[in-house]
T-cell receptor, first 113, second 112 residues
Framework: GDSVTQMEGPVTLSEEAFLTINCTYT??????LFWYVQYPGEGLQLLLK?????DKGSNKGFEATYRKETTSFHLEKGSVQVSDSAVYFCALSDRTGGFKTIFGAGTRLFVKA | KAGVTQTPRYLIKTRGQQVTLSCSPI?????VSWYQQTPGQGLQFLFEYFSETQRNKGNFPGRFSGRQFSNSRSEMNVSTLELGDSALYLC???????????FGQGTRLTVV
């Protein structure tokens, strides 16, 4: 079945460092891909999305490109801030058989001042 | 537009009891999904409802059930609670397939 694999955390960075969180997926169809962020005590918020191959999603300085050839959707940010500390989830949704989102295990990011 | 609302936010139950959680989706959203989040298992899909019909179900025992009403509000029920059911239960709504899910803040269930 469909699955999402993302790098294990925690990831600890200093402020203004470059961030990459790797994400790869397995899907039988043509899924949409997402990055969600979860701050402490909160539900998940959509960070960015891409609905087809070669699309680039971007938001708040974060970017990710839908790479069908490598089945990847890596999250990047050029300069992280302390406020970016959170758990990041890579996810896919597949139109097969109704609406279902499959999540990766999540990667916790700590950013130090 | 109001977001996804889950009630209650926190709940403490005793083993063997049952519990009902509620989710009100964003107005106009007809798909409601439920997820269980635990430190050990991460985010796991429970089930999805669309127009009062369950379209998708995850790999959970029959103690976990749900339903959706004609106004798209959804409830999930867990019977014969076990300690391992302690988790954050998240509800998400969507307006059509292959678009993002909008999440509520979750219900934190603790089973003692």
């Amino acid at each position: 079945g469909d699955s999402v694999t993302q790098m294990e955390g925690p990831v600890t960075l200093s402020e203004e460092a470059f961030l990459t969180i790797n994400c790869t997926y397995t899907a039988t169809g043509y899924p949409s891909l997402f990055w969600y962020v979860q701050y402490p005590g909160e539900g998940l918020q959509l960070l960015l999305k891409a609905t087809k191959a070669d699309d680039k999603g971007s938001n708040k300085g974060f970017e990710a490109t839908y790479r069908k050839e490598t089945t990847s959707f890596h999250l990047e940010k050029g300069s992280v801030q302390v406020s970016d500390s959170a758990v990041y989830f890579c996810a896919l949704s597949d139109r097969t058989g109704g609406f279902k989102t499959i999540f990766g295990a999540g990667t916790r990011l700590f950013v130090k001042a | 537009k109001a977001g996804v609302t889950q009630t209650p936010r926190y709940l403490i139950k005793t083993r063997g009891q049952q519990v009902t959680l509620s989710c009100s989706p964003i107005s106009g959203h007809r798909s409601v999904s439920w997820y269980q989040q635990t430190p050990g298992q991460g985010l796991q899909f429970l089930f999805e409802y669309f127009s009062e019909t369950q379209r998708n179900k995850g790999n959970f025992p029959g103690r976990f059930s749900g339903r959706q009403f004609s106004n798209s509000r959804s409830e999930m029920n867990v019977s014969t609670l076990e300690l391992g059911d302690s988790a954050l239960y998240l509800c998400a709504s969507s307006d059509r397939q292959n678009t993002e899910a909008f999440f509520g803040q979750g219900t934190r269930l603790t089973v003692v």
